[in-house]
């Protein structure tokens, strides 16, 4: 195993003050052999609580994975959506953007649609759907714990999430909806006293070293390979991907999540190697003060960073397999 030098740690701290005022930057990333043996491990802040925003949608996408493999749940089941259900997000989103229009409409969507939605998309209104027909948040927290998952909390569906984060209003008719849309304006600026509660309670937190173990037991585990496989089309690719973009002659695939609400800005994810070894990676961020894109960049950065450190201790050279004459290799 590596040994985490100085450098890294006194980098992360610029990276953190990079963020802005009273910013916070946690990370943890580890790198596994192709069997799930830690090869190499790099952490600031593991330990700490950050707001996980929509990373809370991949131990969901493995709840409904976990459920599909127990024959409890099927991709081709229907779920009917209710106007009344739809949640705020961005204006380009599947279902979401059914929120903010000014006349009723129901929708029907299969369990793989909204899967898609949740994943790709980050759609709010199709996990809060999905996650209804689960069982809600506490089906979540069941399937954490018989997973010996600790440092994550779900206490509320998205629409409860950003109802609380942006103090929105039952929103009657298209007056309602667009005193919402103030409040939520603009989308990526702190409230920081809503910050501070959900890092103080632990509500809708987690650390980034449970993150990370979850991450590989999605990663070593084959009834997850759907979440993955939904994971490796997520639509924003300004973070993890964009450090990768300098190692891709030894990265074969990455599937991540983001979440962004207001000053909070993540991205965990899975990074499998050329040479079949395998990183878990979560970079988490929270009271911000800068531009949303500045956030990206900090996060590319530290993606950048641990890699490259990896890279220099040879870490991506072939796997050996006991198993083959080493002048094979």
């Known amino acids: 195993m590596s040994t985490v030098v100085q450098e890294p740690q006194a980098f992360f701290q610029a990276c953190q003050k990079r963020l802005g005022g009273t910013a916070r930057l946690g990370i943890s990333a580890v790198l596994f052999d192709p069997s799930g043996e830690k090869r190499a491990d790099i952490s600031f802040n593991e330990d700490a609580r950050f707001p996980m925003a929509s990373v809370v949608k991949v131990p969901i996408a493995m709840l409904i994975a976990s459920e599909i493999a127990n024959g409890a749940l099927s991709l081709h ?25 000014p006349f009723a409409t129901v929708r029907t969507y299969t369990v793989e649609q909204l899967m898609a939605f949740m994943i790709h998309a980050s759609d709010n209104t199709a996990t809060d759907a999905i996650l209804n027909r689960l069982g809600g948040t ?8 018989a997973s010996d998952i600790e440092g994550i909390s779900v206490k509320r569906t998205m629409h409860e999430l950003l109802t609380y984060y942006y103090d929105l ?37 987690c650390t980034p070293r449970a993150i990370v173990q979850l991450l590989k037991l999605l990663a070593m585990n084959p009834r997850y390979a759907l979440v993955y496989s939904n994971m490796e089309h997520c639509a924003n690719r300004q973070r ?3 450090g990768l973009k300098e190692h891709g002659a030894c990265v074969k695939s990455l599937g991540h999540k983001t979440g962004s609400v207001g000053a909070i800005a993540n991205d965990v ?4 190697f050329n040479n079949g070894c395998f990183a878990a990676l979560a970079v988490m961020t929270c009271h911000s003060t800068v531009r949303i894109s500045v956030r990206d960049e900090q996060i590319a950065t530290v993606t950048r960073t641990i890699v490259s450190q990896w890279s220099t201790e ?13 002048e094979i290799l």
């Not at 994810?269 to 499998?272: P, V, Y």
Request: aromatic content about 8%; glycine content about 6%; proline content about 10%.
């Open 314 to 326: 040879r870490l991506f050279d072939p796997c050996h397999d006991p198993s083959v004459p080493p």
């Open 77 to 101: 089941e229907t779920i009917t959506i209710h106007p009344r259900a739809f949640s705020p997000g961005l204006i380009t989103n599947p279902i979401d953007r059914f929120y903010f229009l």
């Open 269 to 272: 994810g899975i990074i499998h």
């Open 240 to 242: 993890i991907a964009v």
């Open 169 to 205: 209003q039952p929103s009657h008719g298209i007056g309602g909806m667009l005193a919402n849309v103030r409040r939520m304006t603009p989308a990526f600026r702190c409230r920081s006293d809503r910050e501070e509660h959900l890092i103080d309670s632990g509500e809708e937190t």
């Open 138 to 145: 506490c089906a979540v927290m069941k399937f954490l714990f």
